[in-house]
């Protein structure tokens, strides 16, 4: 089933334009990974597809409805963002962050309730990183706060996650976790889209790939896409698809 | 559980300094006939005593405008503190309380009635907040909450110049006491009928920060992830602006300006109750009133003379302040 479909999308600031003609449409219970060099657009392709700009062509579907047509909580109860980990002006706890994922369940007038704090630290629970709820959010790792993030969209309930870059400040074990996570949430049903700058996260995680470069946009298989030929012609350096004895795909210089 | 507790208490805090500071001056009354006589005239609304005439026409009203200043300074502080993402401003941040006082200024230049100087002083709030955003709209469509910024330390630079240039105009022997004395904030001339006029104003604009605390909370993470977890942050963002500008300008006008309460009593709040907005608007609406009563107190009791609230919450507020920063670096500077 489609939950997120973008038809001939034009995306950019005002009279900027970054993109344009981008179709992209994402399944229930799949992973698509962005690709794209630095400064490309990626970003601004998400905040489209979240409804936090406008396109600039073009439209952004959610479960078959119009985004520029909703409000923001119903779209808040569809789609979830996971931005990149920064520190908060305010010293919130890992549990009052969380918690507010909750926020477009709750009326214009309520905060939240038993039930909310309970679906927040199951989200914790769920990351391997319940220990961590009453600790200052912004004294805790990188990586610790990237997964708190994560965890506060899954707060969120929704159907849809949107994650720029959740893998860029972690380290191994950590990167290794988040991955794992993203795959079990596209098991439990999710539509995941995220960005990377690591192919190789795409090979192991995603099952679409979209790759967006200066005048270039392709989706498709993971291995339809990320050929040696596209990733060279995206990243503008000579790159190989190899395959290691054990069966997983590398990308490194040709 | 632990926030309902500290809340309470901060209650129970506001009451006993309200009746102490109600028994405080030239005719002291104890704590208990305070309460007595409260209580009598709740009951039966006689009113006889040489005790009740201080306390319901000078010390009450009184208490009920440093209340009211207090809670709206620290209520518009904290609002403007989450709305901003920046634990540093105040509501002088937007001008608010410089326009005020030039609105008012003019109006004790011109020699007009009490009355109209408050008038002149609200208006003066309100019309800064609105040349400000038209500013800030014209400069940067979406309203950037920086060029808010700017904008607000520009036209409160005007409006400071204004309020110079009224200065020098004044009648040195007559207006300009006045007009220092108001500039550097006062609640000796308020009378029961300036309470009765201003607190439904203040009670006005509260309620709404009060009912959408949790959602101005969420304005603190910057307004991409606050509108993707939700919140319609411009709709949000006009309403808590005019609310809280509507309770500073309403109480600038009773009681001229008075810095450090909206900077300093939100940060107080937050070492009490922690940052979360919807448990630190009403810690520090309860600590401002109490704070404040306080501090009137002291500005009517402690010398001969009245003692300018400004100059006292600048002694006391400067110092705490700098201490709050430097005890609690880790919890009050990320």
Request: glycine residues 10%; contains cysteine.
């Amino acid at each position: 089933m489609t939950l997120l479909e973008a038809r001939d999308l034009a995306i950019g600031y005002g009279r900027t334009r970054i993109a344009g003609g981008l179709n992209l449409s994402v399944m229930a219970g799949s992973v698509t990974c962005l690709l794209g060099p630095n400064g490309v657009g990626k970003t601004t392709l998400f905040k489209t597809l979240l409804g936090l700009i406008p396109p600039l062509s073009g439209t952004v579907e959610i479960d078959g409805s119009d985004l520029s047509q909703l409000d923001r909580q119903t779209i808040a109860r569809q789609i979830a963002y996971v931005p990149q980990a920064q520190i908060a002006e305010f010293p919130y706890t890992v549990i009052d962050l969380v918690v507010m994922g909750r926020t477009a369940h709750l009326g214009t007038f309520g905060g939240p309730r038993r039930a909310d704090h309970e679906a927040a630290m199951a989200a914790l629970d769920k990351l391997g990183i319940a220990s961590l709820a009453e600790r200052d959010s912004t004294q805790i790792s990188g990586g610790q706060r990237q997964l708190v993030l994560i965890a506060r969209a899954l707060a969120q309930r929704t159907r849809i996650v949107v994650m720029d870059e959740p893998t860029a400040s972690l380290d191994l074990g950590n990167r290794i976790l988040v991955l794992d996570t993203i795959r079990g949430l596209a098991g439990s049903g999710l539509a995941v889209v995220l960005s990377t700058h690591e192919p190789e996260h795409a090979f192991v995680v995603a099952d679409r790939v979209a790759i967006l470069g200066r005048d270039h946009f392709a989706t498709g298989p993971v291995e339809a896409v990320m050929t040696s030929q596209e990733l060279s012609q995206l990243y503008g350096v000579a790159l190989n698809v190899e395959q290691t004895p054990s069966g997983r795909l590398v990308v490194g210089p040709a | 559980m632990r926030t309902a507790t500290i809340l309470l208490l901060l209650a129970v805090l506001l009451f006993a300094v309200s009746v102490i500071a109600s028994g405080i001056g030239p005719y002291r009354i104890p704590p208990l006939d305070v309460l007595k006589a409260v209580l009598r005239r709740v009951a039966d609304g006689s009113d006889s005593s040489a005790i009740d005439t201080v306390l319901f026409n000078i010390r009450l009203p009184r208490v009920a405008a440093a209340a009211c200043v207090g809670a709206a300074l620290a209520a518009a502080g904290a609002a403007f503190q989450s709305l901003f993402r920046n634990p540093l401003v105040s509501p002088d941040i937007l001008g608010v309380s410089t326009g005020a006082g030039l609105g008012a200024v003019i109006g004790i230049l011109l020699g007009l009635p009490v009355v109209m100087i408050q008038a002149l002083g609200f208006g003066g709030g309100l019309l800064t907040v609105v040349v400000v955003a038209a500013l800030a709209r014209s400069l940067r469509g979406s309203g950037d909450v920086l060029v808010l910024v700017l904008a607000g330390i520009v036209v409160g630079a005007l409006a400071g110049a204004g309020i110079s240039l009224v200065k020098v105009l004044a009648d040195p022997y007559d207006q300009l006491p006045a007009i220092t004395f108001w500039l550097l904030g006062s609640l000796a001339g308020v009378k029961a009928n300036d309470v009765a006029a201003t607190a439904p104003v203040v009670l006005l604009g509260l309620a709404p920060l009060i009912l959408l605390r949790w959602r101005i909370g969420i304005l603190s993470l910057g307004d991409d992830e606050a509108r993707a977890l939700g919140v319609e942050v411009s709709r949000l963002r006009t309403i808590v602006i005019t609310a809280a500008t509507l309770v500073t300008a309403s109480v600038v006008a009773i009681s001229g300006v008075i810095g450090w309460v909206g900077l300093m009593v939100p940060h107080m709040a937050r070492l009490l109750v922690g940052p979360r907005f919807d448990r630190l608007l009403p810690a520090a609406i309860l600590l401002g009133a109490a704070f404040m009563v306080g501090v009137d107190t002291l500005a009517r009791s402690a010398a001969r003379i009245e003692i300018p609230l400004g100059v006292l919450t600048a002694v006391i507020g400067g110092p705490v302040f700098v201490w709050l920063l430097a005890r609690n670096r880790r919890k009050l500077l990320p």
